[in-house]
């Protein structure tokens, strides 16, 4: 079994976006964490993962995105509704009480008007060279940099 399917740690839902916007990605320098992230926030009660990720994204940056998703959207049947694919699923331990299962997506902006919240301390666009060059935690250089190389000049 997966180490992971073995931890006894408590797990909270979260979503995150990784947004591309003219050859750039948006990450805003988090309050608490102290670092270079992207933008997104916890799943809240009887609500689904895509309308958590759109609401933390226009929380926190005043923007409005949709996930760029692969695979089939069919939904066919009125009680069900096909969600937009997360890129990828990753677990972060958070501290020694829980973790995070997070739904980490790719997307576009379509609108809104760039503005930070108090979570963060700035809130800026990256350049593939910006993202090379800033202090990033590895994993967030990683998938900022892929989330640049799929969705940068596509339409």
């Given amino acids: 079994m997966h180490p992971l399917a073995l931890s006894p740690l408590p797990k ?7 947004v591309v ?5 948006l990450l805003l320098f988090h309050r608490k964490h102290q670092g270079w992230l992207p933008p997104g926030g916890h ?3 009887l609500e689904d993962p895509l309308r958590a990720l759109i609401r933390e994204f226009w929380e926190e940056t005043g923007l409005m995105i949709a996930p760029v998703t692969v695979g089939d959207p069919y939904g066919n049947e009125p009680s069900v509704h096909v969600l937009p694919t997360p890129h990828h699923v990753q677990v972060e331990s958070i501290d020694p009480k829980h973790e995070h299962v997070d739904l980490v997506y790719f997307c576009r902006r379509v609108g809104g008007t760039l503005k930070g919240n108090s979570e963060s301390e700035e809130i800026r666009w990256f350049t593939r060279e910006d993202l090379l060059r800033y202090p990033l935690d590895h994993n967030v250089r990683h998938f900022a940099l892929m989330a640049l190389d799929d969705l940068s000049r596509k339409d």
Avoid at 12 to 18: D, E, K, P, Q
Avoid at 21 to 25: A, E, L, M
């Fill in 12 to 18: 909270h839902l979260v979503v995150t976006a990784y």
């Fill in 21 to 25: 916007d003219d050859d750039r990605v």
């Fill in 43 to 45: 799943v809240e009660l």
